[in-house]
T-cell receptor, first 114, second 115 residues
């Protein structure tokens, strides 16, 4: 069964460093998303991406964040200068269609900022 | 503003019994979808079940069913014949039709299945 994959599973970084989180969405899906979950809290939407551009972003997704689809399979989230409060689980998700369509989540990348 | 409320922070259920996890939502959009995801202790988010706002019948997927009461804006998850492996955090979420495609999640319910 096709699934969303994410690498790395765990990333530890120093405050101020850049990190890139990688995702491979399900191959026939056209819509891609990033969410984050701070430990013990609910899952929060960061950004959605379609046709090589951001379709929607949340207030959390400020200038420190960027997304890219560098090739036909990968979807990346870059945090330019990490802060302590960026420590969280980051989930990538993809869906076949827009709107109220099922989003399938990857296993997540746990980011720890020291 | 769109909102999802899960009022049960934690629930216990005996193995083989049924359990209902509550979810209410608030939206003025006529077209939306309601989703339940399971998050075991390992951390991944597993899709369980989906209910569209225009669906006439309640959704079912194996042991999972969604008790959708549109007028009351509730979308409760029913797990029948609970198993030890059902112990996990359960999140209710709402998504929308049209160009808005983010999911808004509730705070979750931690379910513990006891032998």
């Amino acid at each position: 069964e096709p699934e969303v994959t994410q690498t790395p599973s765990h990333q530890v970084t120093q405050m101020g460093q850049e990190v890139i989180l990688r995702c491979v969405p399900i191959s026939n899906h056209l819509y891609f998303y990033w969410y984050r979950q701070i430990l013990g809290q609910k899952v929060e939407f960061l950004v959605s991406f379609y046709n090589n551009e951001i379709s929607e972003k949340s207030e959390i997704f400020d200038d420190q964040f960027s997304v890219e689809r560098p090739d036909g399979s990968n979807f990346t989230l870059k945090i330019r200068s990490t802060k302590l409060e960026d420590s969280a689980m980051y989930f990538c998700a993809s869906s076949e269609e827009i709107g109220a369509d099922t989003q399938y989540f990857g296993p997540g990348t746990r980011l720890t900022v020291l | 503003a769109q909102k999802i409320t899960q009022t049960q922070p934690g629930m216990f259920v005996q193995e083989k019994e049924a359990v209902t996890l509550d979810c209410t939502y608030d939206t003025s959009d006529p077209s939306y979808g309601l989703f339940w995801y399971k998050q075991p202790s390992s951390g991944e988010m597993i899709f369980l079940i989906y209910q569209g706002s225009y669906d006439q019948q309640n959704a079912t997927e194996g042991r999972y069913s969604l008790n959708f009461q549109k007028a009351r804006k509730s979308a409760n998850l029913v797990i029948s014949a609970s198993q030890l492996g059902d112990s996990a955090m359960y999140f209710c979420a709402i998504g929308y039709g049209g160009a808005t495609n983010k999911l808004i999640f509730g705070t979750g319910t931690l379910l513990a299945v006891q032998p």
